[in-house]
Antibody, heavy 119, light 112 residues
C-alpha cells in the first residue's frame, strides 16, 4: 500500500522558516516525481513545487519561488520542503503527492500537515 | 484567480446526473494538455477520480466519467449518491506558468 506521511507543520511567525517532511512507503520512491500541494483555509488546491525522481528537474509556483526549496533523499524515502521568509498567505495544509508519469496527475496524496503563519 | 474555471456549486437529487465543467484556455487545456479530476471530502486529502481526461483508476465507480473538448473538460456523475457530496477539482498543465500544474477553482456537489 502506498503511504505518504507529512510532518513538520506548526505555528510560525511571519518571516521565519519551517521545514516539512514527507515519509514515503509502499512503492519504489526513487522512481517517481514528487510534489507539494497546499490548500489555504476554505480555499482551492494550489500546486507548490515538483521534483523529479533523481532531482534533476525542479519547478516552483511563482508564489513561492525564491523562498521555498524542494528536495528529496531517495535513500531515506523522504521528500522535503524548506520554507523561508514565511508570509500569512502561506498558511494552509500542505500535502505531498506522487506523480506517476512526471508532469501528469497526482495519484496518491498524504493526509497533509498544517502550517499557520501568524504573529 | 484560478487559471481553470469551475462552477462554485452543483446539486442534484439521489439517482440524478450532474455535470461539472472546467474551462481553460489556449495555454492549458486548449493546448492539448490532459485534464485530471479529484474528489475531496471535507477534512480529508484529495483523491484521484479521473486521469488523462477519461480514465478511472482502479476502485473508482463507473458512475464517474470524464470528457474533454477544445479548451474545456467535464466530469459527470450519474446515479448520484449521498457519499458523492464533496468538493471536486480539475487539474491540468499550463505552458504559460513555469513548470506548472494548475488546479480549477473547485465545485461543491450537494446531494439534495
Amino acid at each position: 500500500e502506498v503511504l505518504l506521511l507529512e510532518s513538520g507543520g506548526g505555528l510560525v511567525k511571519p518571516g521565519r522558516s519551517l521545514r516539512l517532511s514527507c515519509a514515503a512507503s509502499g512503492f519504489v520512491f526513487s522512481d517517481y516525481t514528487m510534489n507539494w500541494v497546499r490548500q489555504g483555509p476554505g480555499e482551492r488546491l494550489e500546486w507548490v513545487a515538483s521534483i523529479s525522481s533523481m532531482s534533476r528537474y525542479i519547478s516552483y509556483a511563482d508564489s513561492v519561488r525564491g523562498r521555498f526549496s524542494i528536495s528529496r533523499d531517495n535513500a531515506r524515502n523522504s521528500l522535503y520542503l524548506q520554507m523561508n521568509s514565511l508570509r500569512a498567505e502561506d498558511t494552509g495544509t500542505y500535502y505531498c503527492a506522487r506523480d506517476p508519469l512526471s508532469a501528469s496527475w497526482l495519484d496518491h496524496w498524504g493526509r497533509g500537515t498544517l502550517v499557520t503563519v501568524s504573529s | 484567480q484560478s487559471v481553470l474555471t469551475q462552477p462554485p456549486s452543483v446539486s442534484g437529487a439521489p439517482g440524478q446526473r450532474v455535470t461539472i465543467s472546467c474551462t481553460g484556455s489556449s495555454s492549458n487545456i486548449g493546448a492539448g494538455y490532459d485534464v485530471h479530476w479529484y474528489q475531496q471530502v471535507p477534512g480529508t486529502a484529495p483523491k484521484l477520480l479521473i486521469h488523462s481526461n477519461k480514465n478511472r483508476p482502479s476502485g473508482v465507480p463507473d458512475r464517474f466519467s470524464g470528457s474533454k473538448s477544445g479548451s474545456s473538460a467535464s466530469l459527470a456523475i450519474t446515479g448520484l449518491q449521498a457519499e458523492d457530496e464533496a468538493e471536486y477539482y480539475c487539474q491540468s498543465f499550463d505552458s504559460s506558468l513555469s513548470g506548472s500544474r494548475v488546479f480549477g477553482s473547485g465545485t461543491q456537489v450537494t446531494v439534495l
